[in-house]
T-cell receptor, first 113, second 116 residues
Framework: NAGVTQTPKFQVLKTGQSMTLQCAQD?????MSWYRQDPGMGLRLIHY???????DQGEVPNGYNVSRSTTEDFPLRLLSAAPSQTSVYFC????????????FGEGSRLTVL | AQTVTQSQPEMSVQEAETVTLSCTYD???????LFWYKQPPSRQMILVIR????KQQNATENRFSVNFQKAAKSFSLKISDSQLGDAAMYFC?????????????WGAGTKLIIKP
């Protein structure tokens, strides 16, 4: 049971570099989302998608892009990394046919120097 | 807009004792889900327990139970017989049942410390 798979688990970037955090789920979930979690804080929604071809902004979208070309994949792109984007990132998915909860990946720790 | 408030940034409990974590929320909706998630040091987000608002009976999962007070908009988590493995951040979350609304509204979390 793979569930939600995020890669990489750890990444160090220099300011200005770009990268993509990958997220894949094998549960045929319509809804996928990206959160960031900063030290001592809760989760803040970056972007989300309710189906292939549909994406929307969350609470903190600046500096991040997403796309949803398939039901399974929802990559998060940092076009020009900044130290303020140092955080732990979580991908999560959900379906209208389950009991409402989000299923999370294991998280990706990103450090921007 | 809905909000979720966890007023206890940190709680501590002696191993084998019982502890209650508080959560209040604000909504004008009548149907919704409420959740408690656990985040241990491994940082994996783990669902502890869920409650459907239309159910009057409080949810229970082994040593974890909730006290759901719909009128008071309160959703506390009780952990009985606390174990060292219960040490974690605990997050309360709300989800609307409106069509197409999948988003969870999160509290800021409570850090639970278990004293051996």
């Amino acid at each position: 049971n793979a569930g939600v798979t995020q890669t990489p688990k750890f990444q160090v970037l220099k300011t200005g570099q770009s990268m993509t955090l990958q997220c894949a789920q094998d549960m045929n979930h319509e809804y996928m989302s990206w959160y960031r979690q900063d030290p001592g804080m809760g989760l803040r929604l970056i972007h989300y998608s309710v189906g292939a071809g549909i994406t929307d902004q969350g609470e903190v979208p600046n500096g991040y892009n997403v796309s949803r070309s398939t039901t399974e994949d929802f990559p998060l792109r940092l076009l020009s990394a900044a130290p303020s984007q140092t955080s732990v990132y979580f991908c999560a998915s959900s379906s209208p046919f389950n009991t409402g909860e989000l299923f999370f990946g294991e998280g990706s720790r990103l450090t921007v120097l | 807009a809905q909000t979720v408030t966890q007023s206890q940034p940190e709680m501590s409990v002696q191993e084998a004792e019982t502890v209650t974590l508080s959560c209040t929320y604000d909504t004008s909706e009548s149907d919704y889900y409420l959740f408690w998630y656990k985040q241990p040091p491994s940082r994996q987000m783990i669902l502890v327990i869920r409650q459907e608002a239309y159910k009057q009976q409080n949810a229970t999962e082994n040593r974890f139970s909730v006290n759901f007070q719909k009128a008071a908009k309160s959703f506390s988590l009780k952990i009985s017989d606390s174990q060292l493995g219960d040490a974690a951040m605990y997050f309360c979350a709300y989800r609307s049942l409106l069509r197409g609304n999948y988003q969870l509204i999160w509290g800021a979390g409570t850090k639970l410390i278990i004293k051996p």
